[in-house]
Structure formats: C-alpha cells, structure tokens
C-alpha cells in the first residue's frame, strides 16, 4: 500500500469518526464513559467533549507521526524494504483506534455488553499483524524491536525479530482465544503478550554475547 493512499484512507476514517461524534452529539450522556475494568463493566468517566473527540484526536495526531517517522529515520533504505507493510500497519491501527470509538459511542448511546469480549478480539488481530510487520521488518531506529544488541548487529536483529514475530502472532491468536474467558482471560493475554514483549529482548542479548565472546 503507497503512503500517499495510507494518508487518504487514514484522513476519511478519522474525519468519519469524528463527524459522527458531532452528528451524535444530542443523544450522548454527559459524563461519557471512558474506563472499563477487567470484567468489562464501565467504571470511568470524563466530560463530553473529550468523552467525544479526545480519540478521533489522538488517531489524528498519532498516524501522521508514523508516516513521517520513515523518512527521518537514518537508516530509512532499510524501512523502505518493508514501507508497504508498515503503511498497512498504520492503516490497521487506525481502524483499530476507531473500533475503540465506535464501542465508546455505542455503550454511552445505552447498549449493554462486555468490553472485554468486544475488545480483546480486535487487540489480537493488531497483535498478530504486528508479528508479521516484525517478521518483515528490516533494521532501523524507530521500528521494531530496539535493543542495543539488535541495533548493532543485523544477524541479531532479523533473528531477534523472527522470534519476536512468532510470538507475537502466537499472543494475538491466543487474546482472541482468551476473549471467550471473561476477566480470566485478561490476565492470561497479560501474561502471554508480556512474554512476548520481553523474552525477544532477552533473546537478542544472548544472540549478541553469541557474537561477541
């Protein structure tokens, strides 16, 4: 997918989401609801107005942030190798960001459901596309995992990164699976996406002391 196309598809959702805030504006509480707890029972709030713009506003600055991190990052040939994923990466996210308001909006219109099981599904599907962005991603500053150990070595960071895609993708499937479990289930997806998180990084310190005795 080309940048310049990301960027259209990423100002439509954003200017989407918002203009239905707006159109809504009327039929919504105030406070709105904006915390849930494990259980996926709302237990927060906050005024109106950022209950309705604060995440169309947040996707707004963020994914324009991304589009530019790869043409200021020094070792950007190498994001170049993999830009095309990456733009669809940040295309999933914002749908992803935007799944969030949607279901923001829906419960503060009085629908009733569990958070936790509309959520955690759309969370593993991101993760899963994070692993395979990993497994395709090519060395650099800004992009993946960033240890010293990874940056200095680029046999360390593409194995690094075949593991951490694996896991990654391995955590995504199983935060669908724990969707089905309720408040046992978020604390499994903690556990399993924190082993995802940390075990690449002890991995590329073993990989590196492998290559520096």
Do not use: C
Not at 12 to 25: D, Y
Not at 51 to 60: E, H, N, Q, S
Not at 133 to 149: E, L, Q, S, V
Not at 155 to 181: N, Q, R
Request: aromatic residues 16%.
């Amino acid at each position: 997918m080309s940048t310049k196309l990301t960027a259209i598809l990423v100002f439509i959702l954003v200017v989407a989401a918002a203009s239905a805030g707006v159109l809504l504006w009327n039929r919504l509480p105030d406070p709105m609801p904006s915390h849930w707890n494990a259980a996926g029972e709302t237990d927060g709030y906050m005024p109106k107005f950022w209950g309705i713009f604060l995440l169309p506003i947040i996707t707004a600055a963020f994914a324009p942030l991304l589009l530019v991190i790869p043409q200021i990052d020094p070792l950007k040939a190498n994001i170049a190798k993999f830009r095309g994923i990456f733009n669809g990466f940040i295309l999933a996210f914002t749908a992803y960001m935007l799944y969030i308001y949607a279901l923001i909006l829906y419960t503060a219109l009085g629908a009733s459901f569990n958070m936790t099981i509309m959520l955690l599904p759309a969370v593993g599907l991101l993760f899963i596309g994070i692993g395979y962005m990993m497994g395709k991603a090519k060395r650099n500053f800004f992009i993946g995992i960033r240890t010293p150990w990874t940056l200095s070595s680029e046999t360390v960071w593409d194995e690094t990164h075949k593991l951490g895609s694996k896991l990654f993708m391995l955590g995504g499937a199983a935060t669908i699976i724990g969707s089905f479990f309720g408040e046992g289930g978020v604390w499994f997806v903690l556990g399993v996406m924190l082993l995802a998180a940390f075990a690449p990084i002890v991995y590329s310190y073993i990989l590196w002391r492998r290559e520096n005795p």
